[in-house]
């Protein structure tokens, strides 16, 4: 990478890192410390409360997508980061989950990805893009891993209403990133072509990363209604369940390296299905151990599988969406991609709520499973560009 590229990757996976981190520090407490609330006593609508930042950030993806090709990528990346901390100041101040949901969904509203992911493709090359994503997907891994750890402890001291706080001060911090650090936009001429969204939708190459966004964070999402019960089941305390997640995360980025060497030499499909794979295999694997009383060894394997798979698929999908749409639309493509994103954290929020309600863990993962082989049978056909060098 050159000197600017490497400053705008920095700084463009600082801010994704402390927008995450806010998200990330609620994640694993949520679901407990909900319950302490009125109207906690219900899954369902914990977990409705928990998913609908994805709704309302699928709904505000392709708009802020589409403003950022035309207005620029900052001015619409530090709106959003202003709103993302005005719904973290509502949920601080709710008294009900009620009032949790409209601050998670005044969350979602501010949503930049598109803009931020677009932005890192107007600074980077093709060749390096790739890494660029890596290394913001790896910023986001190790902002998971930290909010694991310090979750518990943090939720004990300020409570939920302080972690949400905490998270409109990181969003704040952002955009200090972004007026401070950020190098300077692409020049955009005022005749240029810009892209329709009708043409990122009708692109016969860009479907299936978008459906492989969804059901990865649906996967995810409801994933975490389950596991932080399972870990409690096998004698975990909940202020030790970092001692699971962080060796899992921190080993899944050892096997990343050996990811930028596989699609220079031109095997980035292969690598693509079998991440697929092993994500449907994660989920078949917890679907065998819910019933029982799986053990921490156990769990921490599994969830080291989970997040090389996840890992993989973060930092490449947006890469090739970012190469194989026009670049005249990369905001626009990069906005319906997250929006499918976005529709995922929902969907796996409010299905994981309602199945673990009605048909308990195993529900839960006999569909998670079956949307990861959904996914490995359409996406096995996805072509990429070819390898670089």
């Not at 399972?230 to 921190?250: D, N």
């Not at 050996?258 to 679907?287: D, P």
């Not at 599994?302 to 190469?323: D, M």
């Not at 990069?334 to 929902?346: K, P």
């Amino acid at each position: 990478m050159t000197a600017g590229e490497r400053r705008a990757t920095q700084s463009l996976a600082a801010i994704f890192a402390l927008r995450m981190l806010g998200l990330f520090l609620v994640l694993p407490v949520f679901a407990i410390e909900a319950a302490r609330y009125p109207g906690g006593d219900d899954p369902a609508l914990v977990g409705l409360a928990m998913g609908l930042y994805g709704l309302t950030q699928a709904l505000m993806q392709v708009p802020l997508g589409l403003a950022s090709d035309r207005v620029g990528r900052k001015r619409v990346i530090v709106l959003g980061l202003l709103v993302f901390a005005l719904g973290s100041a509502v949920a601080a101040l709710a008294g009900s989950v009620q009032g949790l949901a409209v601050g998670r969904a005044l969350q979602g509203a501010g949503a930049v990805s598109a803009a931020v992911t677009a932005l890192l493709a107007d600074l980077t090359r093709g060749e390096v893009r790739t890494k660029g994503m890596a290394l913001v997907g790896a910023s986001i891994g190790l902002t998971f891993a930290v909010s694991l750890m310090a979750a518990p402890p943090l939720a004990a001291w300020l409570g939920l209403p302080g972690l949400f706080w905490l998270t409109a001060a990181l969003a704040l911090a952002g955009i200090a990133v972004v007026l401070r650090w950020t190098p300077a936009e692409p020049a955009r001429h005022a005749d240029a072509p810009r892209g329709r969204l009708a043409e990122v939708w009708r692109h016969p190459l860009l479907w299936r990363l978008d459906l492989g966004v969804f059901v990865l964070h649906t996967v995810q999402m409801a994933m975490w209604v389950v596991v932080p019960g399972l870990l409690l089941r096998a004698g975990v305390p909940r202020s030790a369940h970092w001692q699971v997640y962080l060796p899992a995360v921190l080993a899944s980025f050892v096997l990343m390296g050996g990811l930028f060497a596989l699609e220079r030499r031109g095997y980035l499909r292969a690598v693509l299905r079998g991440a697929i794979a092993l994500l449907l295999l994660v989920q078949l694997a917890l679907l065998a151990l819910a019933p029982q009383a799986p053990g921490e060894w156990t769990l921490g394997a599994v969830l080291f599988a989970f997040f090389v798979a996840f890992n993989i698929l973060e930092a490449t999908q947006p890469s090739l969406i970012s190469r194989l749409a026009p670049a005249r639309a990369r905001g626009a493509a990069l906005g319906v991609y997250n929006t499918l994103q976005s529709l995922g954290l929902f969907a796996g929020g409010a299905l994981g709520g309602w199945l673990l309600k009605h048909a308990g863990a195993q529900g839960v993962f006999t569909a998670t499973a079956l949307l990861a082989a959904l996914w490995l049978l359409l996406g096995w056909a996805q072509r990429v560009p070819p390898a670089r060098r």
